[in-house]
Structures are given as structure tokens and as C-alpha cells.
């Protein structure tokens, strides 16, 4: 195991910067599917439901290959996982134009793609940078990971479109595929975080890691503790939810007579406010609960589902819309890692969060494929966000149990240049 030194704020900084811009590049590429969905069907003849079915799947497998992907990184080190996770995406969405069948868009979409997209995704990167700082410079860390993926939304939606709209569904398949090999290189600085802590790091986590202690046994552990499953059932809402609205807001937005442009300029914009709001809940969890940010985030969500509900379905409606959903999109991600984190320690938080994220994704596979079925069965989506609405608040409720300490007031931590 490499010497349990502290890192230098260059060095810390070179480690985060590149997880937050791998990070960008594979959650442009998973959170921009919704913009394929038509043009397939178009160039397919599948259906609606036949398409929500294989992007559903690929919402499972992206989180099913964390924890497995994670528990690889902990044992072989993040880079190799990350390499193999490009290849993979790359490879997915390659062949993605040269399917024709469901069958043939569950292993390209649901299966290849979604896998390679979870090898350089949420545990993997967190995880890997967790081991390595101290304690205080997590939340800070994991927000500013966050805000790469909102940043990656943010810029691949609307290039997307403007490909589609310009040159074919095929050319902006093509593109993404390209762009998502630019994570190899990008996995350079992550190349030792194997096991590697800083001496702050381990000092923390001593007082939940017992020495030796195995993977099983820390699974099985976690397992019967009350507070993970809390978190688990917490961030299944939060899956269910980002699945259904990167899969259907499309969908939604042309069902309201609205453009193409209309539904892309939005997924642009929840990942642009998401930027602000991840960095706003790294901040936050130094300073409060971290059970408290969740709870509230999750509240908020059903109550701006129901404005949107009530509001005159105009472009400027889906504009708000996205910018206040967006600031809390993805920020339930670095309270939910750190309190993982604060139950377990670092040891094995890639594949801790990781199950947490199977949680997520198995939300995101209902979410997903729910949807199409709502839109097939009743001709529109008003069923969707009556349950959106019913588990956002479920889930700020289960948050509330949670075991946390009180925070003990400090100055926030920030990394200094």
C-alpha cells in the first residue's frame, strides 16, 4: 500500500479535476438518450415502448455495474476500470446505428453502453478520490465531481440536438462515441488510488473499519444497518425520477406542441443549474446534516413537479421548470456518498455507494420503461408525475431516521490553488 502522506493541493486538485471531466463525458453521453428516442423510432418502426424498454434496461445496468465495477477498483485500482469502461461505451454506441431490433438496442443501449458508462461513473470516481483526501475535502470533492457530470449535460444536450437536427441521429451517435474515448487519458491521475488513503483519511475511518476486515463481511454489515437501507430506499426515488425526465421530458414537451429544441435546451439547463446545486450541497455537507440537505431536496422536488402540473405548458414553463428541478437533480449525490462514507469509512465506499447506486437505478429502470408504458396506455404522462410526486415525498420522510451526528460547526473546507 503506497505511504499514507497528505496529498498537495496540486496534486488533489489534478486528482478532481480529471474525475470531474471524466465524469463529463459519461454522463453527457447516459443523460442525452431521451434526445435518440424519436429518431430511433423513426428509423426503426420499434415504438415508443419498445425503445423505453431498452433505455430502461441500460437505466439497471448502468447501476448494477457499479458496485461490481467498483468492488474491481477497490481491489485493481480506478484507471483500469475507467479504460475499459470507455472502450465499452464507445463500442455501444458505435453500434447502436447498426441495430435495427429491441434485441439489438438491449445489448448496444442497454447493455454495452450502459455498462462502460457505469465503469467511469458516480462510485467509481468518488470512490476513488475519497481514499485519497482527508475527511474534511470530501463533500467538497464529491460536489465538484458532481457539477462535471451536470457540466456534461449541459454541453452534450444541445450539441446533440443541433447534430441531429443538422446532420442525423447516426453522425451524433457517432460524435458521442468519439468524445467518450477522451476518459482514457483522463484516468491517468487515477492510476494508484488502489487502496491508497491520506494519513487523515485513514485516521476517520478507523473508527468504523475494523482492520482486515473483508468486502463480504462490510457488505453484510451494511447491509443490516437501518440507515443504509434508508439511504437505499431514498435514492431509488431519486433514480425513478432522473430516469423518467431524461427518458420522456422530450416526449413531454412534444406532446405540449413544442419544438425539439425546446426539450434539449432543458436538459441543458437542469444540468447547468445542477453545476450550482452540486456545489451548493458539497458546501452544505460540511456545514449540516447531511440526512437534512436529502430530505429537503426530495421535498422540493414534489413541490415544483406540482407548480409544473399547474402551470400553462409554454417553452418559458419548461425553462423554469428544468432550472428548479436542475439545482437538485444530481446534488443528492455527494450528501448520499458522504454519508455513506461516514457509516463505513473509505475502505470500500466504490462498492457501498455503488449498491446504493443499484438502489437508484433500479428506480430508474421503472422510471424509464413506466413511462412509455403510461404514454402507450393512457396517451400522455399525468400518472408519471402523480408518482413522482407521491415518492419525492416518501423519500424526504425516510431520510429524517437516518443515524447521523450532529456537524459540529467549522469554517468549510476548500482546497486551496
Not at 447516459?30 to 419498445?50: D, E, K, Q, Y
Not at 465531481?145 to 449541459?154: H, L, P, V
Not at 420503461?369 to 396506455?377: A, D, H, I, M, Y
Not at 408525475?385 to 424526504?396: E, K, N, Q, R
Request: aromatic share 10%.
Amino acid at each position: 500500500m503506497p505511504a499514507q502522506t497528505e496529498m498537495t493541493p496540486r496534486a488533489a486538485w489534478l486528482l478532481i479535476l480529471a474525475a470531474s471531466a471524466i465524469l463529463m463525458i459519461t454522463m453527457g453521453a447516459r443523460l442525452t438518450t431521451g434526445l435518440f428516442m424519436s429518431p430511433i423510432n423513426t428509423a426503426t418502426g420499434l415504438g415508443i415502448a419498445s425503445i423505453s424498454f431498452a433505455l430502461a434496461v441500460g437505466q439497471f445496468v448502468w447501476g448494477a455495474a457499479q458496485p461490481v465495477f467498483g468492488a474491481v477498483a477497490d481491489k485493481y485500482g480506478s484507471a483500469k476500470v475507467i479504460v475499459l469502461g470507455a472502450l465499452m461505451l464507445a463500442a455501444g454506441m458505435a453500434l447502436t446505428p447498426l441495430v435495427s431490433s429491441q434485441w439489438g438496442l438491449m445489448f448496444t443501449m442497454g447493455f454495452l453502453s450502459a455498462a462502460g458508462a457505469g465503469a467511469g461513473s458516480f462510485s467509481i470516481l468518488i470512490g476513488a478520490t475519497a481514499q485519497r483526501l482527508p475527511a474534511a475535502r470530501r463533500p467538497f470533492a464529491a460536489g465538484f465531481i458532481n457539477a462535471g457530470g451536470s457540466f456534461g449535460q449541459f454541453v452534450f444536450a444541445p450539441l446533440m440536438q443541433t447534430i441531429i437536427s443538422s446532420a442525423g441521429w447516426v453522425y451524433a451517435m457517432l460524435t458521442m462515441a468519439a468524445a467518450t474515448l477522451l476518459t482514457i487519458p483522463l484516468a491517468w491521475p487515477l492510476r494508484r488510488s488502489a487502496g491508497a488513503k491520506t494519513a487523515a483519511g485513514a485516521a476517520a475511518a478507523k473508527h468504523v473499519e475494523a482492520p482486515g476486515m473483508g468486502l463480504g463481511k462490510q457488505i453484510k454489515i451494511a447491509l443490516r444497518d437501518r440507515s443504509y437501507l434508508f439511504l437505499h430506499a431514498g435514492f431509488f426515488t431519486c433514480g425513478f425520477h432522473i430516469a423518467f425526465l431524461v427518458t420522456h421530458l422530450p416526449g413531454e414537451v412534444a406532446l405540449c406542441g413544442l419544438s425539439a429544441g425546446v426539450s434539449a435546451t432543458a436538459l441543458a439547463l437542469i444540468g447547468l443549474f445542477n453545476i450550482a446545486g452540486s456545489l451548493t450541497a458539497g458546501a452544505l455537507s460540511t456545514r449540516y446534516r447531511m440526512k437534512s440537505l436529502l430530505a429537503v431536496m426530495y421535498a422540493s422536488r414534489a413541490v415544483i413537479i406540482v407548480m409544473y402540473l399547474l402551470a400553462p405548458k409554454t417553452a418559458m414553463t419548461f425553462y423554469l421548470f428544468a432550472g428548479a428541478l436542475g439545482f437538485t437533480w444530481l446534488a443528492t449525490v455527494p450528501p448520499t456518498a458522504g454519508l455513506v462514507g461516514k457509516l463505513f469509512g473509505t475502505r470500500y465506499l466504490s462498492t457501498l455507494f455503488g449498491l446504493t447506486l443499484l438502489s437508484h437505478q433500479v428506480g430508474g429502470f421503472l422510471g424509464a420503461w413506466l413511462g412509455g408504458l403510461s404514454f402507450v396506455r393512457f396517451g400522455d404522462y399525468t400518472w408519471m408525475w402523480y408518482a413522482d410526486i407521491v415518492l419525492a415525498l416518501g423519500a424526504a420522510l425516510i431520510n429524517l431516521p437516518i443515524r447521523e451526528a450532529h456537524i459540529v460547526r467549522a469554517p468549510a473546507a476548500v482546497i486551496k490553488a
